[in-house]
């Protein structure tokens, strides 16, 4: 099937597959799918427009926050100051980093140079947190986690799920220095840490046209220190609206969206991120990680060394 805007000739079974896998790592994982999406636009799917490929592949990353934070927000997994603090530095972040984008990236070959850069830092970040030093430090974090799943499971058992929000998120001091708890523990943070790290963020998401969870989900649990059950929300609320307003500016600057090939490729998302969570209860996370970061390793040495191996041996590495 051709797709006009897109330029390209692709069955739609293979986007449906591509994103169906995309939508399962993301889901199971909580980072990569923009960059897995912006491989398949790139490489599986032979896309040559770069500022076609980038709002694209964000219209893919907001799918899953938009249906999840609702969800966050009931169960007060969400810490909605500190996602707002990141959504507004989002904002500025992504008009910036667009517009960046849209007059310098323009062109295949350097946009693809760049994706290529950060798919190696996203595999970097993935086999750290295999390693035991990472693991030693989620020490606090796993306390959290550990005590807010028992109590899941005691409420539920007595019928008493709707209570969860008790042992939730829940501010005792707002303002530039915040405080929460949650399950039973206490964490504290500076506003403007989420708003620069969102504008940080937003800028180089926006510039690939990828949703930003690989760089918020390390910095909301590595640097501020929250628990795994209380980042995706807060991550996936400040990802809305910093790809929105992403999006919003690469159509205001001239690019298209082809609108039947995402239409294929949110029916992908929609079964992947169905089927994650349930396929991922039967894989180990560390399995999951260690075969996503050899393929974006792999993904990574293709984009950026790949021309220079291929002009000097032949070879086609992707």
């Known amino acids: 099937m051709f797709f006009h805007i ?4 692709v069955n739609p079974i293979v986007v449906i597959i591509w994103m169906a896998f995309v939508g399962f790592v993301f889901s199971s994982i909580g980072a990569a799918g923009g960059i897995l999406a912006g491989v398949g636009h790139i490489t599986i799917f032979g896309m040559k427009k770069a500022n076609v490929i980038k709002p694209m592949n964000q219209i893919l990353t907001v799918v899953s926050p938009i249906m999840s934070s609702p969800l966050y927000l009931k169960e007060k997994r969400l810490v909605v100051p500190a996602a707002i603090s990141l959504g507004i530095g989002g904002i500025v972040g992504a008009l910036l980093g667009s517009w960046l984008s849209h007059t310098y990236l323009k062109e295949m070959t350097s946009y693809q140079w760049f994706f290529g850069i950060i798919t190696f830092v996203i595999a970097a970040r993935l086999w750290y947190e295999m390693t035991p030093g990472f693991r030693e ?3 606090k974090v796993k306390k959290a986690t550990k005590v807010f799943e028992d109590k899941v499971k005691e409420l539920k058992a007595s019928g008493k799920l709707n209570e969860i929000k008790e042992i939730g998120v829940n ?3 707002m303002g530039i220095k915040n405080t929460f708890t949650f399950a039973g523990e206490t964490f504290k943070y500076n506003t403007l840490a989420p708003f620069l790290a969102g504008v940080i963020v937003a800028i180089i998401s926006a510039a690939l046209g990828v949703g930003g969870g690989f760089l918020l989900v ?5 640097v501020l220190g929250f628990p795994m059950f209380i980042v995706a929300g807060t991550s996936g609320l400040s990802i809305i609206i910093s790809s929105l307003t992403s999006i919003s500016n690469y159509l205001r600057m001239g ?4 609108l039947p090939l995402v239409g294929f490729e949110l029916i992908g998302v929609l079964v992947g991120s169905y089927l994650g969570p349930i396929l991922s209860k ?4 560390v399995y999951l990680k260690g075969f996503l970061a050899v393929v974006l390793t792999y993904i990574g040495i293709g984009y950026v060394f790949g021309p220079i191996i291929q002009h000097a041996t032949g070879i086609r590495i992707i």
Do not use: H, M, W
Not at 282 to 285: A, E, L, P, R, V
């Open 6 to 9: 897109a330029g390209v000739t």
């Open 137 to 139: 430090k989620q020490q």
């Open 171 to 173: 501010f005792t001091e």
């Open 218 to 222: 390390p910095f909301l649990s590595s």
């Open 255 to 258: 690019s298209q969206l082809d």
């Open 282 to 285: 039967y894989i180990k996370g």
